[in-house]
C-alpha cells in the first residue's frame, strides 16, 4: 500500500518479496481494532474479597463457637493493622455483646480501629440509631452492619439508605437450619441478639425484603457453621445469593482455602469473612489470596 495525494493505491505484494513484518503488522493492527471495539461488551471477571472479622467484646478480640465459648486474641487494633498489612480487602469490626446487653456499641473502641484502618471498614453490633450511624461514618468508617435492629425494625433500613446511601448499609443475618420448612421454607430461621432470640423470619425471605427497602449488601453468617472451622454452610449462602441481586458475603466456618473457593464458587459469594484461623496464625490473608489464585479463583491483588 501506498498514499498519494487524493488516493490510497494497493499493489499486489508477496511475504518473498517484503517479508513477513507487513503481514504481522496487519494482522496486529485489525486484531487491536476488533478488541477495541468488542471490548466495552465483554463481561468482566469479579474479583472475590477476603474480609478479616473481629468479633469484640470488651475492646479484646475474641473468637468462640456458635456464639459461645469465646477465646481472648488481643488488641484490636494491633490485629486490624496485621490484616491491613497483609491484604485484607476489607475488615469488619463487631461490638457482639452489645445488642444482647442492650447498650449502644462501643464508640471508642470503633475509633481506635477507625483511625489505623487503610481499607474500607464495617462496623456493626448495638447499633439504635441513625444519629449512631451517622457517629460512625464520621469516625471513617465506610459501612454499617445492622442486624437486630432491622429485624425490629425494617423500616430503619430505608431510612438509613436515603441517609447515606445504599452502599454504606450492610444487612447481617444470623440463620440456623430448622426441620419446619412450612413455615420457614428455606429451612432456615434468622435469629438475633447473638442467636438469642429467634425472629419467626424465614432467612430467604428476610433477605429479599431488606433488599427491596434498599439494602446494599448482606452477611449471612451461619449460626451452625459459626466458629467451627469446618467450612461456609453452602446451603443458605447460595439460597441468599441466588434470591438476590446484591453482593453476598460468606461468614461463619472458614477453616481453609477450600473453604473459601467453594463459598465464591459453589454458594456465588461475592466474598468471604475470616476470623480464626488468622487470629490463630494458622493463615495469612496473603497465602490465602495465593493458594485461590492457584486454584484459579481470581482475588484482588494487595
Known amino acids: 500500500m501506498y498514499v498519494s495525494a487524493d488516493s490510497i493505491h494497493f499493489q499486489e505484494s508477496s511475504p518473498e518479496q517484503f517479508g513477513v513484518a507487513p503481514l504481522l503488522f496487519w494482522a496486529n493492527l485489525i486484531n487491536f481494532s476488533v478488541r477495541s471495539i468488542v471490548q466495552p461488551f465483554l463481561p468482566t471477571m469479579s474479583t472475590y474479597r477476603i474480609i478479616p472479622c473481629l468479633d469484640i467484646i470488651n475492646r479484646r478480640v475474641t473468637k468462640g463457637v456458635k456464639f459461645k465459648d469465646n477465646i481472648d486474641w488481643g488488641d484490636p487494633v494491633e490485629f ?15 461490638d457482639v ?27 456493626g453490633g448495638g447499633i439504635g440509631s ?27 433500613i430505608a431510612e438509613s439508605v436515603k ?3 445504599s452502599e454504606r448499609i450492610v444487612l447481617g443475618m444470623d440463620p440456623f437450619a430448622v426441620s419446619d420448612t412450612k413455615t420457614f ?3 432456615y430461621e434468622i435469629t438475633t441478639r447473638g442467636f438469642r432470640e429467634r425472629s419467626g423470619k424465614d432467612a430467604v425471605d428476610w433477605a429479599k425484603q431488606a433488599v ?3 439494602v446494599g ?3 449471612v453468617n451461619s449460626v451452625d457453621a459459626d466458629g467451627t472451622q469446618a467450612g461456609f454452610e453452602l446451603k443458605i449462602t447460595g439460597l441468599i445469593a441466588e434470591a438476590v441481586s446484591v453482593p453476598v458475603i ?53
Open 250 to 302: 460468606a461468614s461463619g466456618g472458614a477453616g481453609s482455602t477450600e473453604h473459601l473457593r467453594d463459598a465464591y464458587t459453589i454458594a456465588h459469594a461475592d466474598a468471604a469473612i475470616v476470623a480464626g484461623i488468622l487470629h490463630a496464625g494458622l493463615m495469612t490473608v496473603s497465602r490465602l489470596k495465593e493458594e485461590l489464585r492457584s486454584f484459579g479463583v481470581p482475588v484482588r491483588e494487595k
Open 212 to 214: 427491596d427497602l434498599g
Open 163 to 165: 441517609a447515606f446511601g
Open 130 to 156: 441513625l444519629a449512631d450511624m451517622e457517629r460512625i461514618f464520621e469516625m471513617g468508617a465506610a459501612k454499617v452492619s445492622v442486624n437486630s435492629l432491622a429485624v425490629k425494625n425494617p423500616a430503619i
Open 217 to 219: 449488601e448482606i452477611v
Open 97 to 123: 455483646t452489645a445488642s444482647a446487653e442492650k447498650r449502644s456499641i462501643d464508640f471508642d473502641m470503633v475509633r481506635s480501629v477507625a483511625e489505623v484502618v487503610k481499607v474500607p471498614l464495617a462496623v
Open 185 to 187: 421454607p428455606s429451612g
Open 80 to 94: 486490624a493493622l496485621r490484616y491491613c498489612e497483609d491484604g485484607a480487602d476489607e475488615l469488619v469490626v463487631y
